[in-house]
């Protein structure tokens, strides 16, 4: 008998343990998500998330975003909360969580409201921490948001003739999505989405002086923003989206080249390669401070189309009402197939672009491609490529008739700690590219160019990027048949 009650005890006892253990897993919060550059999720080190930690509950953590690449499934069932607060019919304004997007639709809508990221060089500064319950803050009414701050600096070898070889800018812009309002079940939304660039970078404040012009090159080399006097908006746009995120509209003053012809690996100023080629493809007319509209579609996983129209004369820093006109538009629109497994190589993402333009009373056309493909399952190497062709009359909006831009990148991790791990977001880049001037005069019709680059993150928010570029036969060059170009920049990121 005794036996059977310090059994009975015994199992009483066990199954209370196994109910307070369940209580508890239950009661813990979810950790902090990376995203790993968009292909993988894996939850922070604690040592690494001393900022993030001070200024957010792990469970209000929306992860980053990757521009060019389907954000996760694990990332978007986090994201996607339940309305917490009803105000008409079922709508609720101002949501600190956004609407349902389709996978490739959410990496290009949606921008996160997370900031800092693990980091194993520095973990934890006040900076970070700052920005970081700033955006915070800000992103349970709805706003989320990048900010960029960077410091370039530009020098050009061999000395040119009454030209400077060297130059000092900063780039500083913001681009964010206020959530305005959204149906309970997420299935549907409005929005605000905006940019705004300011600095003292390529034609900020209307100068003229660059390293692209003391150079002769089609593309600029400088990892540098264009704009005007003061702050400059190329985006200000109010978009729906429906359908449970599987169609997007968009309409306002629009920057096509942050929507369309996207590439994780090859895609901004900062982070990426530099040269403005590598950055989106050098013919495509992606306008941007002009009027138009954009419609986006992803019906299932593996496809989405994109169509934007806008205008392409307006001046910087103008109203885009006052260049509206049927003689200076632009039609471009993009497909793109999404692949979790090509040849065995791992994902890939494959657009085709076509465009048609109305300029100056003459219309055009032209087609492209824009390629993205990890080599090798698990691998953070991957290959990237831009070509596109333009018809005489269509080239005069970009002044390039052809080009082609192909690249490797290696991004983190690919050692076990310090610079290049999985606790820094690092990368080396290598790109070459051709491009084909489209108006003469011009001294060489090809000019062609070559680039290294590469990250090293040293806190949660703040990156350094030295670059090296050789350019070959520059358009405009008169006396030499090449320049070395040598960049150093600072970027903090928010």
């Known amino acids: ?17 196994a109910a307070a253990l369940s209580a508890a897993a239950q009661d813990t919060p979810p950790g902090y998500l990376d995203t790993a550059y968009g292909r993988k999720v894996y939850t922070m080190d604690a040592r690494h998330t001393g900022s993030l930690q001070s200024a957010m509950r792990a469970d209000e953590q929306h992860p980053k975003r990757h521009r060019g690449i389907s954000t996760l499934a694990e990332i978007l069932e986090r994201s996607y909360l339940t309305a917490e607060k ?15 997007f389709a996978p490739y ?19 934890h500064d006040s900076l970070s921490t700052a920005a970081q319950h700033l955006k915070s803050r800000l992103s349970r009414i709805g706003l989320q948001y990048d900010l960029t701050l960077s410091a370039n600096y530009t020098g050009i070898a061999p000395t040119s003739r009454g030209g ?45 002086s ?15 923003l264009r704009g005007g006097n003061g702050v400059y908006i190329p985006h200000l746009a109010l978009g729906y989206s429906a359908f449970n995120g599987k169609w997007v509209g968009m309409i306002g003053t629009i920057d096509t080249s942050s929507y369309l012809d996207q590439n994780i690996y090859a895609g901004s100023w900062n982070g990426n390669l530099t040269n403005s080629a ?56 993009e497909l793109g197939f999404i692949t979790d497994d090509f040849l065995g190589l791992g994902e890939g993402t494959y657009r085709l672009q076509y465009t048609f333009t109305r300029y100056k009373g003459k219309s055009g056309y032209g087609a492209a491609i824009n390629i993205q493909q990890q080599l090798g399952h698990g691998s953070q190497l991957g290959f990237f490529s831009r070509c596109g062709v333009m018809d005489t009359d269509a080239a005069t909006v970009s002044n390039v008739r052809a080009a082609a831009t192909a690249g490797l990148v290696l991004q983190a991790p690919f050692s076990s700690s310090g610079w290049g791990s999985a606790a820094n977001n690092d990368q080396i880049a290598f790109g070459f590219l051709w491009e084909r001037a489209a108006l003469s005069p011009h001294r060489h019709k090809d000019e062609y160019g070559l680039e290294l680059s590469a990250v090293v993150q040293l806190t949660p928010t703040f990156f350094l990027q030295p670059d090296i570029q050789y350019i070959f036969n520059p358009v405009q060059q008169t006396d030499r048949s090449g320049e070395f170009v040598f960049q150093l920049q600072g970027v903090f990121k928010f």
């Open 105 to 123: 639709l959410d990496s290009i809508f949606v921008p996160g409201n997370t900031c800092v990221q693990p980091c194993n060089m520095i973990s």
């Open 86 to 100: 009803e105000f008409i019919s079922g709508w609720e304004f101002f949501p600190s969580s956004p609407q349902h």
């Open 1 to 17: 008998m005794s036996h059977f009650v310090t059994m009975k005890t015994t199992i009483s006892a066990t199954l209370l343990i």
């Open 210 to 224: 660059s390293a692209q012009n003391t150079i002769g090159s089609i593309s600029n080399p400088q990892g540098s």
């Open 164 to 208: 400077r070889n060297d130059f000092v800018s900063t780039n500083n812009s913001f681009s964010g999505t206020w959530f305005l309002l959204k149906k309970r079940d997420n299935s549907q939304g409005l929005f605000l989405s905006i940019e705004a660039d300011w600095g003292q970078g390529l034609n900020f404040n209307e100068r003229k």
């Open 278 to 333: 590598f950055g989106s493809n050098p013919c495509l007319p992606l306008e941007w401070a002009n009027w138009g509209y954009l419609t986006a579609w992803q019906p299932c996983k593996n496809f989405y189309a994109m169509y934007t129209t806008t205008g392409c004369n307006a001046e910087i820093n103008h109203s885009p009402f006052r260049y509206i006109s049927s003689n200076a538009w632009v039609h471009l629109a």
